[in-house]
């Protein structure tokens, strides 16, 4: 049976080839990559609410219908007019802890776990060498 096909000294693979399909991840992993740090402001900032907690505005009218306020031009807007009949309330959320560490760990490095070795029953580490 002899060398497969291709060039000798890499024994049929040659070098610097990509196949298509190759060539087809590495670009839709491009387009993504673009995507995700054409977007990145505003998610590291969603991110950095969550982290803080989240609030929510809310006017409630006559009707009793809710209406989330969305720009902060609003809230001025409704704090000026003081709309007889109308209240206000704001929802919050949380902070999350998962958020605050995940953006820690992004940010300054996940700090390094620290693993203790121990031989039997807590003891000492025995190594043995065998010849």
Not at 20 to 38: G, H, I, N, S, Y
Not at 68 to 94: C, H, M, N
Not at 100 to 119: M, S, Y
């Amino acid at each position: 049976m002899g060398r497969p096909k291709g060039t000798p000294k890499t024994g049929g693979v040659r070098k610097g080839f990509k196949a298509p399909q190759t060539l087809e991840k590495l670009q839709a992993r491009e387009f993504v990559r673009q995507m995700v740090t054409d977007a990145l402001k505003p998610m590291i900032q969603a991110q950095i609410a969550h982290a803080q907690g989240i609030g929510h505005l809310y006017t409630r009218d006559k009707s009793g219908k809710f209406n989330k306020i969305e720009e902060p031009d609003q809230v001025d807007a409704l704090l000026r007019a003081g709309v007889e009949g109308e209240s206000y309330w704001i929802f919050t959320k949380d902070p999350s802890v998962q958020a605050f560490t995940d953006l820690l760990n992004r940010a300054l490095d996940k700090p390094t776990e620290q693993v203790q070795l121990t031989g039997e029953d807590g003891g000492p580490v025995v190594f043995r060498w065998q010849s």
